[in-house]
């Protein structure tokens, strides 16, 4: 643990991603995120707050667990400042008190200080007082050992009629494919050119893609795999948009650096692996690895999906 707070002392860009990301994010997954009335995560969770701010006259308290650089929460704070909603306090909570610092020196620049509170603690020692109408967790959760001691938490202070939001990773462990998935995966790696196999981070060509553990490391992914299943039995799913798989090492820090989307044979590759990773994931043959889902404490009166990819459909349960 304390690697990983000095690990992230002077890390201020936590969610740069390659261009050739955006291009098939737009193309492919803002649409289905569309369906639903919002475009992006940032509008996921400023649609719920808003949701509930609209129903309550009293304060609201709202938190976000492993908020980082509070980033997204000086956002959406401000957002929510634009449309006249002020009746919330937003707390941000997380461990390492270098991220929280440079979220309180954002949260001052962008005047919005009034309406966020900040917490130092992990989770084992958090001891919230009250409910919390809005409980979220951004690109957090796949972080987290203690699952099961941090969902009791959040269900235990989530208001009757609260939201527990998050757009998170729910692949397998250290961001690993699991086999069905990485059999698809090497079929579209077998036609790449050496150029496009030199992996940014790790610093190295890899002619044969290794199915790295970034687990093993650090918190990454820690317990990604176990994500999905433990909410499924903790809580009732509002809306869940599960997502992509294969298409993910074409496009992350790794390798999707090596693409340019203005070159129309790279874009021509994303899109032929996105349409096999998308008809796989229909089929159930591989699994979602991302989601982004509300959940309440009693089940609604309908849950949304898209088409047929319930979280039940979509969970790859570990063997």
Known sequence: MAREVANYRSVENVHDLPEIFHYWSNKYLVPKYQEFGFSNPNSFYLQ?????????????????????????????????AKAGISNFV??????????????????????VLERIRFTQADINSWQPQGPYQIVMANQALHHFVELETLFDKVHHVLAADGFFLTDDMIGRNGHMRWPEALAVFNTFWKELPERYKYNRLLKRVEIEYENWDCSKEGFEGIRAQDILPLLIRKFHFELFVGFANVIDIFIDRCFGHNFDPA???????????????????????IKPTHMTAAMMKTAPARMRTHKHLTPDFCVRWPE
């Open 90 to 111: 937003l707390e941000c909570l997380d461990v390492n008190p270098h991220m929280l610092e440079r979220g309180k020196r954002l949260a001052q620049e962008r005047q």
């Open 263 to 285: 070159n129309c044979w790279d874009l021509a590759f994303i899109d032929k692996v996105h349409f096999a990773d998308e008809d796989c994931l229909q089929k159930g043959e």
């Open 48 to 80: 719920y707050m808003t949701q509930v701010s609209a129903k309550e006259t009293a304060s609201l308290r709202f938190v976000s667990i492993g908020a980082g650089n509070c980033d997204t929460e000086v956002a959406l704070v401000e957002s929510l």
